[in-house]
């Protein structure tokens, strides 16, 4: 069986202290088991090209594990 994808959106305060992001995660589904593949984020202060990075500190939430 081919790995299918699952979709959510979220909405969590930013834990670099950039106020509210939403969130469109996907998921890979294989043998019964969730798989984060990508996430997009649509924070105003890393949409606008300008020297603010991201160190997608959410991660470690959304996946729940940690480093």
């Given amino acids: 069986m081919e790995p ?3 979709w959510s ?3 969590m ?3 670099e202290g950039r106020g509210r992001a939403g969130l469109l995660v996907e ?3 294989e043998k019964g ?3 984060l593949r990508s996430v997009s984020c649509d924070n105003p202060q890393l949409a606008d090209y300008s020297r ?3 160190r997608w ?3 470690e ?3 729940g594990k940690k480093s």
């Fill in 61 to 63: 939430k959304i996946s």
């Fill in 9 to 11: 959106v979220r909405q």
């Fill in 27 to 29: 998921w890979k589904v």
């Fill in 13 to 15: 305060k930013c834990p």
């Fill in 57 to 59: 500190c959410c991660l």
């Fill in 52 to 54: 603010v990075e991201c």
């Fill in 33 to 35: 088991r969730k798989i």
């Fill in 4 to 6: 299918t994808s699952k």
